[in-house]
């Protein structure tokens, strides 16, 4: 018989922040996906069935990312158990926004987005951010990288809202990052 109390000491430690404490970068975008979270779940009362297994069930949050699961247990006298895996969230075309954490009035940057197909064959969007549009051919399980050129001319937070519509105008993702201008 082994002694994990000690080793469950250490995960507890290890799991102040949920998720893969990558959360800060998330926090700027806020859109058509827009439950973001961290921690996707958590549990601390589920109980085992007399085989000693338990199921839950949960909707995902709208993170397209890599969880973490961690799973801990403890019997009545105190003999502990634990497990670790992970699981991917992904969509079969999405968008992911690659703008500046921050700008100034009179910056001139490009405000761009990731058009990733995961899917097995190749496809045509267009992609928008406001009025503007480009069109782009992604092969399956490719990925490019459309940008914008932009001068913000006023402070504030300025919404960028991606759009990737199919050929028939169907939006297949839609994402939203805030950035801040001063």
Same mark, same amino acid.
């Given at each position: 018989?082994? &002694?994990?109390?000690?080793?469950?000491?250490?995960?507890? %430690?290890?799991?102040?922040?949920?998720?893969?404490? %990558? +959360?800060?970068?998330?926090?700027?975008?806020?859109?058509?996906?827009?439950?973001?979270?961290?921690?996707?779940?958590?549990?601390?009362?589920?109980?085992?069935?007399?085989?000693?297994?338990?199921?839950?069930?949960?909707?995902?949050?709208?993170?397209?990312?890599?969880?973490?699961?961690?799973?801990?247990?403890?019997?009545?006298? %105190?003999?502990?158990?634990? =497990?670790?895996?992970?699981?991917?969230?992904?969509?079969?075309?999405?968008?992911?926004?690659?703008?500046?954490?921050? =700008?100034?009035? +009179?910056?001139?940057?490009?405000?761009?987005?990731?058009?990733?197909?995961?899917?097995?064959?190749?496809?045509?969007? $267009?992609?928008?951010?406001?009025?503007?549009?480009?069109?782009?051919?992604?092969?399956?399980?490719?990925?490019?990288?459309?940008?914008?050129?932009? &001068?913000?001319? +006023? =402070?504030? $937070?300025?919404?960028?809202?991606?759009?990737?519509?199919?050929?028939? %105008?169907?939006?297949? &993702?839609?994402?939203?990052?805030?950035?801040?201008?001063?």
């Amino acid at each position: 018989v082994r &002694d994990s109390r000690s080793e469950l000491g250490d995960l507890f %430690g290890r799991s102040h922040v949920g998720g893969d404490g %990558g +959360g800060v970068a998330l926090s700027t975008i806020t859109e058509a996906r827009k439950k973001f979270v961290e921690t996707a779940l958590f549990r601390p009362d589920v109980r085992t069935d007399q085989n000693g297994h338990a199921t839950v069930k949960f909707k995902l949050p709208d993170n397209l990312t890599e969880f973490r699961i961690m799973a801990v247990a403890l019997d009545r006298e %105190g003999k502990g158990a634990r =497990a670790e895996s992970s699981f991917t969230v992904k969509k079969p075309v999405m968008l992911v926004p690659v703008v500046p954490r921050f =700008a100034r009035v +009179g910056d001139k940057f490009e405000a761009a987005a990731m058009l990733h197909n995961e899917t097995k064959s190749a496809i045509s969007a $267009t992609v928008r951010l406001g009025a503007r549009s480009q069109s782009v051919n992604v092969l399956p399980h490719e990925k490019t990288r459309i940008g914008f050129a932009m &001068d913000p001319s +006023g =402070a504030g $937070t300025l919404p960028l809202t991606f759009t990737a519509e199919d050929e028939s %105008g169907k939006v297949l &993702d839609q994402v939203e990052a805030k950035l801040d201008v001063n």
